[in-house]
């Protein structure tokens, strides 16, 4: 754990990690909240709920990109004061709004999220050395999965407890003291080397944009599929057994276990190819149909949830790595969308296989759109040209070039 120890001790980051964790919670909590808030608060159905979680979703995909272009340009304190208070304006709005207006409202919600993520990434990419960049974003591949495995659990315990209208403000009181929390830090977005990248000439978007990069996408967004498509076959298994109940702790104990699996490949010697880490995500994710009972879902929970947290490490220190300084902004917002986009299709496409075939048909077509990502993200890769030496900021020497088989160990 020596270099998780090295991690937080480089100046800002233990802040960093602990504000961005409080938003991070908020945000992945916030469908449930408004889910919670149509059925209960309104007392309309759960398709009407889904309705607004869609919108909230979509908005969130397509605003990533946007979020990341700003940030570029006018830096991330602008950007996040921005979102924090039209943030507010949305959740203190959220209970008086009837439901045509809210499903709108949910998107545009969405589309100017508190990027907390976005900032995040890049700080961590640029607070740290090539030495430390894996351990740290392991520390926040980490803080995914717990923002994942605390939020939602929050929000439905205390939607039972008093209103989901309080409830409701609530998440967007945390969404906006993440966000101010990390706007009062303003963490750096680039490196000490980096720091006249925004002086430079903005590269076109084909330039950076490479098929190495597209592979990375490709891969977020199976890898989202994947995790989301295991959600929806955990219940419909349980459900199927008569053992609905238990879906909370298999849905943990894999949380646990990714936990568990992000800290250890942080201090790994060696980096894994991307690629790889989902194919055998995938993979593992298959032989989970096999399991007809909670605790043999447990088991096989626990298998496959081992190599997700890695995986999602995994992409975004490659993204942080492909992406010039001056556009990594908008390449993170394009890592996010990718990332949504995953976890809003994972579910579909699970469900069709379900209905079609049993519930171990959602585990097979999770973790066959997984293998068939990472094979596509290998297959580009690799036809990738070699890219043109960085440029370096005015008085810096330009970057050295890795060949042979560094090279190879650090391909996406």
Known sequence: MTGYRQVLTVPGMAALLGVSLLARVAITADVMALTLYVVLGLDLSYAAAGGVAAALTAGVALGGPLLGRMIDRRGARVVLLTTVVLQVVFWLSVPLLPYGILVGAAFAAGLLMVPAQLVTRQSIAAMTTAGLRRAAFALESVQGELSYVVGPPIVIFLAAQVSPGVVAWGVGAAIAAGGAGLALLDPPLRADDEADAGTLDRP???????????????????????????????????????QVPWAAVVVATYGVASIAGGLAYGV???????????????LATVPAGL??????????GAA?????????????????????????????????????????LGSPVAGVAISASVPAGGFAAAGLAGVAAALTGYLLSRRSPARPPARAPQGLPAPAQDGGRHSRLISP
């Open 291 to 300: 399991a007809h009972t909670w605790p043999w879902l447990c088991v096989a």
């Open 268 to 282: 790994f010697p060696r980096p894994l190819p991307t690629w790889l880490l989902l194919g055998l995500l995938g």
């Open 304 to 344: 496959a949830g081992l190599l997700a947290a890695p995986t999602l490490s995994a992409v975004a220190h490659a993204v942080s790595r492909l992406a010039p300084a001056g556009v990594r902004g908008e390449a993170t917002g394009l890592q996010s969308s990718a990332l949504s986009a995953g976890f809003a």
């Open 204 to 242: 076109r978007r084909r330039e950076w944009l490479d098929p190495r990069l597209i592979a990375v996408l490709v891969m977020a967004f199976g890898a989202t599929m994947v995790l989301s498509g295991t959600d929806l076959a955990i219940v419909a298994t349980l459900e199927h057994a008569g």
